[in-house]
């Protein structure tokens, strides 16, 4: 089972260690050394995590397979994608509100989490935008809307819909 936590730490780490050397090469960072920076998360969760994050286009990375195992892993870029998702979950409180939501929801897969991130984003800076902050957003709030007559507290982003607690700011 994927972690996303994992999933998420690996795309941290990675980011972190991202740059081009003056012969604009990439600095590549192995298994082992992905192991060393992320000691919450054993070497099997962090290789399904990789495996999944090149399955799906978030990084770029070299999987050496032998025997029916993972030989070794070298690590090089996140790529635009991953880059993408990165920006929507960096912040940790809209990842945990993400995670909550889908758990809520009962939402478990990668593209349902980057939908409720970037919903939440939006959400977040849209009502920055206006002068609102928000309390809270949950699950609860992920109701679909057919009416255009919204109260005041209330706010449609997409086929989303927000209920949130506000205050003028």
Sequence with gaps: KLDYDCLRSLLLKLEDF????????????????????????QKNEIAYATLKAKE??????????????IYTCI????????HQFLDNVRNNNIWNKTKS????????SFRSLLSISEKINSCYDSVAIIGFAFSSVTANSFLVEE?????????????????????DT
């Design 101 to 108: 939501i889908a758990k809520e929801l009962g939402c478990t």
């Design 18 to 41: 991202e740059n081009l050397d003056d012969d604009l090469c990439y600095q590549s960072m192995t298994l082992d050394d992905m192991e060393k920076a992320q000691q919450t998360f």
């Design 75 to 82: 690590y090089s870029s996140l790529t635009y994608d991953g």
């Design 56 to 69: 799906g286009g978030l990084i770029n990375a070299n999987i050496v397979n032998a025997d029916d195992c």
């Design 147 to 167: 009416s255009s007559h919204l109260a005041s507290d209330n706010f449609l982003f997409g086929t989303l819909y927000f209920s949130a607690d506000h205050t």
